[in-house]
C-alpha cells in the first residue's frame, strides 16, 4: 500500500530522522509540528496520520485535551496515531500505536502501512452505508470496542501467570499452555491479537512466528512477545517486544488490539451492507428480523416440498455477561454450515435452523457445535466453571406451522410487521 499524505509528525526537537523514514516510504507531505500546535494542524490538514516522535518531554494537559478531543471528534475515516516510546515509557494518547525506538524502522513503516489499510477498510464501510442508506448516519465506533476484543495468550513460564493477569484486566482471554493448542484456537475463533510468553525455547517462538507471518489471515494480527530471545519475523507488521515486563507487553499491545478488534467490526459490517442489513454487525449472525422472516420462508418450502427443516436453541443458564454472550456468537457463526442459518437473542441464547437436516443428523450437528462452545467460550470475569450450552430440538412434522415449531424449542416467531 502506498503511503499517500498528509502526514502530521508531533516533535517538540526536529525529527529528522522519522521524516526522512516516512519520505522515504512515499509519505507526502510530511509537516511537523510541537504538542501546542498539534491540534490546530490537525484541524487544518486533515492528515491520514499522525506520529509522535518521542514520549519526552510530555506534553501539559491543556495540550493533551484539546489534540484528544480534535482526534475522537473528527469526521470521516479514523486517523492512526503512531508514537515512538523509549524506555519502560509510554505514550500519554491511551490509543496510540507504541513502536520501540530500538525497532528497525522497516517496523515502523510496515505498522503504519497496517493501521493505513484499516483506514482505507474504515473509508470504505463508510461510502458503502452512504450508497446504501444515504439518510441514516451509520457511525462504526474505535474507541470502545476493547470490551469485545479477545486475546490468546500461550506460555507456561514463571512471567506467565502475570501476562495473563494483565491481559485479563483488559480484554477477553483465552489461555494456552502449549502450540498445539494455540494453533486449535487460532483456527476455531475469531483472535483479536496473540501474547507469546516465556516458557518456550527460541526456536519454538521462531517456529510459530513462522506459522503466523505466512499465514495471511496472521500476518496483520498483534503479536506481543516477551523474552529476550532475539527472534522476529518481517511479516508480522504488528509485532510487539519487550524484554522482562509482562505488565508493559500487555499495556503495549492493547492499542494494537483495539485496532484489530476495529478493523474485525469493520469488516462485519460490510458484510451487513452487502446484505442490505440482514447480517448483525455485531456477531456476524443474521438480524432477529432476517432470520425470523427466513425461518418462515424455510418452513413454508419445507411443507411444499417435503424437505427436512430442524430448529436447535442453544442457551447458556446463568450467564449474563455480555462479553460471554456475544463471544459464544461469534463463534457460532464460525461454525456452522453454509446451508443453516441463526441469530442471537435478547437473552443470549441463540436459534439455528439446520436445513435439509432431520432430527437425528442434527443431534450430530448441535452436539458438534455444543462440544467446541463448551471447550473454547470464555467464562465470565473470574467465574473458572465451564460453560454448558443446553440444546434443545425440534424437527419440523407435517402439523406443524412455524409458531409451533419454535414452541417445542422454548421462543416464539418475531416477525415484522406488514
Known sequence: MAMLGPMVVVAEAPAADLVDILGRAGAFPIVETKFADAAAAVTEIQPAALLIADTAPEPTDQHLKALLKIIENRGGPFMPVLARVDGPGMVAIPYALPIAVSEPEERLVACLKSALRVRSQHAAVIRRAHSVEPAKNRNVPFTDLIAHATVLCIGRGRNYPALTTAIAERVGLIGAMSVETAGRYLNAREIDGIAIGDGFSPRVVEALLTVLGEDVRFRDLPVGLLGRASVDDD?????????????????????????????????????????????????????REAFWRDLDRAVQQAEEDGGALTVARFSFEDINDARCSIDAA?????????????????????????????????????????????????SPDLDRRTIKPTVTLATLKPTDNLSTLVARVGTYPKLAAG
Open 235 to 287: 511479516r508480522l507488521a504488528n509485532l510487539v517486544r519487550v524484554e522482562s515486563d509482562p505488565v508493559l507487553l500487555a499495556e503495549r499491545l492493547i492499542p494494537f488490539v483495539r485496532l484489530q478488534a476495529f478493523e474485525s467490526r469493520l469488516q462485519r459490517t460490510l458484510k451487513s451492507l452487502d446484505s442490505e442489513g440482514m447480517v448483525d454487525p455485531e456477531t456476524g449472525l443474521l438480524g
Open 330 to 378: 461469534r463463534l457460532f457463526s464460525r461454525l456452522m454450515r453454509n446451508i443453516d442459518f441463526a441469530c442471537r437473542e435478547q437473552d443470549g441464547s441463540i436459534i439455528a435452523a439446520f436445513t435439509e437436516t432431520d432430527l437425528r443428523n442434527a443431534h450430530v450437528v448441535a452436539r458438534r457445535i455444543a462440544g467446541i462452545l463448551r471447550n473454547t467460550m470464555m
